[in-house]
Every structure is written in C-alpha cells, then in structure tokens.
C-alpha cells in the first residue's frame, strides 16, 4: 500500500449541517479514535461552506490511501463522500481521490460559493483535542 507523507498527513472532513455547537459535540467524541490510535492533531482548520463545514485536520504519522479514509469516516466525515473517496481511490486515481471543492461554480462558470475560515472554530476544536489528550480521556 503506498504511503502519503512520512511526517504527516491531512485528514479532510465534511459535514454537511450548519451548526457549530453539533460539530463540537461530535469531533468531541470522535477525537477519541485518534488518541486511541495514539494519533495527535497537529492543527485543525475549520472553514464553513454553503452546506456545512470542511474541516481540516493535520495529524503525526504516516497512513496508507485506505486508513485515511478509514480515519476520515471514523470522525464522522460525510460517509457518501469517504464511499467515493473509496471508490476514487480504488480506480486507480492516485493523489486526486481525497478532494474537498474550495469554490463551486454553477453551469455558466459563476462562482456560487467559497470556503470561508473559522478561525475561532478552528481554535476551539484543536483546543477540544488538546485537552482530551493531557486528561488522558477516551
């Protein structure tokens, strides 16, 4: 199995509701996995997009294709989008198989939304993670 990164790797996440107290409640719970895999957030990047949240989770270690996708819908991440991720990856699409779409754009080429930065969200999140950690909670 190939390998993405010998440092790091990014784990993409897609939610596709609009509240920000139910996706705290649920990477709450689900940080859990990465501790009990004993895998750290090294940062977190939440960006709000018309349907949800992308959120970006820079993590130590070094995955194969398959455990990031195992990992992404372990923390809840849209699971029609990690079966195409499975399916992407399985066609042999190398790289180009784990996407998340900063814009989009209607059928005229008009842009009908971009991503946008929540850095308090951001904050919040990787400081949920970070206190999970040096609690030793699982």
Do not use: P
Request: net charge positive.
């Amino acid at each position: 199995m190939k390998k993405i990164n010998e440092n790091h790797e990014i784990l993409k996440l897609d939610f596709d509701f609009k509240n920000r107290d139910l996706l705290k409640k649920i990477l709450k719970k689900r940080l859990s996995v990465l501790r009990i895999l004993g895998i750290d957030v090294l940062s977190c990047f939440v960006f709000e997009t018309c349907k949800g949240y992308h959120v970006y989770l820079k993590i130590n270690g070094n995955f194969s294709y398959i455990e990031i996708i195992a990992l992404q819908a372990l923390l809840g991440s849209d699971y029609k989008r990690e079966a195409f991720n499975l399916k992407r990856f399985r066609s042999g699409l190398g790289k180009e198989w784990n996407i998340l779409f900063e814009k989009k754009f209607d059928e005229n080429g008009k842009k009908i939304y971009e991503e946008k930065e929540l850095k308090d969200l951001s904050n919040e999140i990787f400081l949920l993670f970070k206190k999970k950690c040096e609690n030793n909670e699982i």
